[in-house]
C-alpha cells in the first residue's frame, strides 16, 4: 500500500474515533497548546470552537499539496497569514505543531505503528514546508 493510502486509511479513523466526546481536532489543539508557552500565549484570546473548523478546512490544503504539487489558494493566504508580515509564527514552531498531530493519531488511530506515522510525515511535509519558507518570503 502507498504512504497516500496508507494516510487517507489512517485519517478516516482518527475522523471517525471520538474519545470521551472530544474529537480529533480539539484533542489535537490540547497537546498543541500544552507543547510550549510559545504556542499556547497567541491563542489566549483564540475562539477555539472556531479554529478547530478552520484547521479542519484547511486540512484539506495540507493534503492536496502531496497530491498535486503545488498550493491552492486556501493554503497560499494561510501561509501568507501565518509570515513575518501577520501572525509571526516562526518556523520552528511547525515542529511543534506536526508532532502533536502525530501524538494526537496515536492517541486516536487503533491501528497507528511506524508505517502510519511515516505516511502523516510525508503528506504533511510540503504542506508544512510551504509554510515555513512563506515565513519570510512573501
Ligand atoms: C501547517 C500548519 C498550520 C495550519 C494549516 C494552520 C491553519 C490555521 C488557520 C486555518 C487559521 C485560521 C485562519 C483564519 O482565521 O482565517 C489559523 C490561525 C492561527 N494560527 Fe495557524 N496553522 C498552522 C500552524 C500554526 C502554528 C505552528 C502556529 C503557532 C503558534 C499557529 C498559530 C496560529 C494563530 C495564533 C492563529 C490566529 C488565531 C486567532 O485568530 O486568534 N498556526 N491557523
Not at 466526546?21 to 484570546?45: A, K, Q
Not at 494561510?78 to 511543534?96: G, N, Q
Not at 506536526?98 to 510540503?126: I, K
Request: charged residues 30%; contains cysteine; glycine residues 2%.
Amino acid at each position: 500500500m502507498s504512504y497516500d493510502n496508507i494516510f487517507d486509511a489512517s485519517y478516516e479513523r482518527v475522523l471517525a474515533a471520538g474519545k470521551d466526546g472530544t474529537d480529533f481536532f480539539e484533542s489535537f489543539y490540547r497537546h498543541f497548546l500544552r507543547s510550549s508557552e510559545l504556542v499556547s500565549e497567541r491563542f489566549l484570546d483564540t475562539d477555539m470552537e472556531k479554529q478547530r473548523r478552520m484547521l479542519k478546512k484547511s486540512f484539506y490544503s495540507l493534503i492536496a499539496f502531496y497530491a498535486s504539487g503545488a498550493a491552492d489558494n486556501v493554503l497560499e493566504k494561510i501561509a501568507y497569514m501565518h509570515s513575518a508580515r501577520e501572525l509571526d509564527i516562526k518556523p520552528a514552531l511547525y515542529d511543534l505543531w506536526l508532532d502533536s498531530l502525530l501524538a494526537t493519531v496515536q492517541d486516536y488511530d487503533p491501528e497507528f505503528n511506524d508505517n502510519v506515522e511515516l505516511a502523516w510525515r510525508l503528506v504533511m511535509s510540503l504542506g508544512i514546508t510551504y509554510m515555513k519558507f512563506k515565513y519570510d518570503h512573501c
